[in-house]
């Protein structure tokens, strides 16, 4: 199957491109940042391999991908895995250098896979996950988005950014965390987080919206950029409003060239006959890969003007990340649906706002560090939560449950499950309900009998299979002595040999019955219907 690339109905020229592109490549590095830190933080990592990801997110994989809005860097969805395989790692390696490079080939190792599913065209797998389970799925993130980003918004910074599991390292829960968040507020930090919110509020509103710069100037940056000199006004002034070091973006800081260079790791490819590099990299690939499709499924259903990614070659842009993120020391990545959904927001509309936010982290690692970490991540809080809103808005689910039960149940089964667990549990927990639908409308409506006197017409309306065994049956034994009755399969282009089984029985003592059977069976179907002979009881 080929993906097709819609082409927008209303071009916009290049000019009007780059300056769409431009401010939402700033806000997205300025979610990036913070994210990249936190999930690298998570994992065990060096807090400069989950900056490697995000930027080789942005160069490699922006540059390879043929999403338009997709934005790739280290997942909050892989910190468990890299986190449990770094610890395997340390159990059989002599220092911890050993272990992370070690672990670094884990990656290379994944980065081949993905690439190898891409040719082998793996990708339309992304096909087959319903919509409803995909709108469940942003609808997660943005109340995640919301709930965790509640704590960093009044200055209890506990716990990482970018951390969107339910439970706790320190035994706490989400829910819990707000809790303790409140007890903990930071009077600065709430100040700045809520002046963050109110600005994004006016900043949407039309009668502003009709002025060039409110349309040209994200709000996002305005809310950063406020946030700085608002507190750095509290610190001036020596108020106890001003928010500390632990409450602001903590960017590594190197001095000289040297400090970067020495800051790198590689792979120890010594290592590629160990068992547990290869059980780690088939890890990492396939639930990276299923991630990443997942999220760009998903930037898919954001993208205003409804461009479709080319999913095989999503593949092999991931896999190509990963692997010069682990020729580099950094982390593995995937695409990542919070950034990409910023992006969105932003008003991108190329892969150009992807690529430059790769170009800000590389800047901000080589010459920005000690602007950026005056920034509060109460503001960067703000732009995350009106995110989140954006994905989880009342609409979506009134919309969704004007569908049915049908689209209702699964979208609402997702939100859950991957509230109260993770990212793919929750996608799985959707997508069983989903198959549950499925399967009864399959059994339902995969047979009708109609009655005319003493004829009855019983009739496939579609493909049967094992599945349908007990309406079949149940509707056979409930046919009358001394009818005459027309088995119809004409329509179905598949009958089970369970099902075939079934009618033959069926056939088979007919006469014992005084029931005559005709069966009309489709001549342009591979399937024959039955294998039955006249004198068996069938009349042709």
């Not at 160069?59 to 895995?81: H, M």
């Not at 395989?85 to 990656?107: C, R, T």
């Not at 990542?336 to 790769?358: D, M, P």
């Not at 049908?406 to 089964?413: D, E, H």
């Amino acid at each position: 199957m080929k993906s097709i690339c819609i082409l927008p109905l209303v071009k916009e020229n290049k000019i009007q491109t780059i300056l769409r592109d431009v401010p939402a490549s700033i806000v997205v590095f300025l979610v990036a940042l913070p994210l990249c830190l936190g999930i690298a933080l998570a994992s065990n990592a060096p807090l400069f391999s989950g900056l490697i990801a995000g930027i080789v997110g942005g160069l490699v994989v922006g540059s390879i991908s043929g999403s338009p809005l997709s934005v790739s860097g280290p997942a909050a969805g892989l910190t468990v895995i890299v986190a449990d395989a770094i610890g395997v790692f340390q159990q059989v390696a002599p220092d911890a250098n050993a272990a992370w490079s070690m672990f670094l080939l884990s990656i290379v190792v994944a980065g081949v896979l993905q690439i190898l599913f891409g040719a082998l065209r793996v990708g339309i797998l992304g096909y087959y996950f319903p919509n409803a389970v995909i709108h469940g799925m942003l609808a997660a993130i943005g109340l995640i988005l919301i709930l965790k980003q509640l704590p960093h918004l009044v200055g209890y910074d506990m716990d990482f950014e970018g951390d969107l599991s339910f439970l706790q390292k320190d035994g706490h829960n989400t829910f819990s965390e707000l809790y303790y968040a409140w007890k903990a507020l930071h009077p600065g930090a709430a100040m700045i987080g809520t002046m963050g919110l109110v600005i994004i509020y006016l900043w949407e509103r039309p009668f502003l919206k009709k002025m060039m710069f409110f349309k040209l100037v994200p709000a996002s940056l305005v809310v950063v950029f406020l946030g700085v000199v608002v507190n750095q006004l509290f610190g001036v002034a020596g108020s106890s409003l001003h928010v500390g070091i632990k409450h602001l973006v903590s960017l590594p800081v190197f001095e000289a060239p040297g400090d970067l260079v020495a800051a790198l790791a590689f792979p120890d490819f010594s290592a590629v006959v160990r068992k547990e590099v290869w059980v780690v990299g088939v890890t990492i690939a396939v639930v990276a890969s299923i991630e990443s499709l997942l999220s760009v499924e998903a930037a898919d259903r954001l993208d205003p003007l409804k461009r479709l990614t080319p999913f095989n070659r999503e593949l092999v842009a991931q896999g190509s990340g990963n692997l010069v993120s682990a020729l580099l020391g950094g982390l593995p990545l995937t695409a990542v649906i919070v950034r990409t959904s910023a992006n969105v927001n932003a008003g991108a509309r190329t892969k150009l706002s992807t690529i430059l936010h790769g170009v800000w982290l590389l800047l901000a690692v080589l010459l920005l560090a000690p602007i950026l970490n005056l920034i509060p991540l109460a503001a960067l809080a703000a732009v995350l939560i009106h995110v989140g809103y954006k994905l989880t808005k009342p609409a979506l689910y009134l919309s969704t449950l004007k569908k049915g039960s049908q689209q209702f149940i699964p979208f609402f089964a997702t939100v859950l499950g991957i509230m109260f667990t993770d990212l793919l549990r929750g996608i799985g927990i959707g997508m069983v309900f989903g198959l549950v639908f499925i399967l009864r409308n399959n059994y339902r409506n995969c047979i009708t009998v109609v009655r005319d006197g003493n004829d009855i017409l019983l009739q496939l309306k579609k493909d049967v299979f094992f599945l349908n065994k007990p309406i079949v049956r149940d509707a056979l034994a409930s046919i009358p002595e001394g009818t005459n009755v027309i088995i119809d399969g004409t329509i179905p282009q598949f009958i089970d040999q369970d099902i075939i089984d079934i009618m033959e029985d069926f056939i088979a003592t007919a006469s014992e019955k005084n029931i005559t059977v005709e069966l009309k069976k489709s001549y342009s179907s591979k399937y024959p219907l039955f294998s039955l002979q006249p004198e068996q009881g069938a009349k042709f």
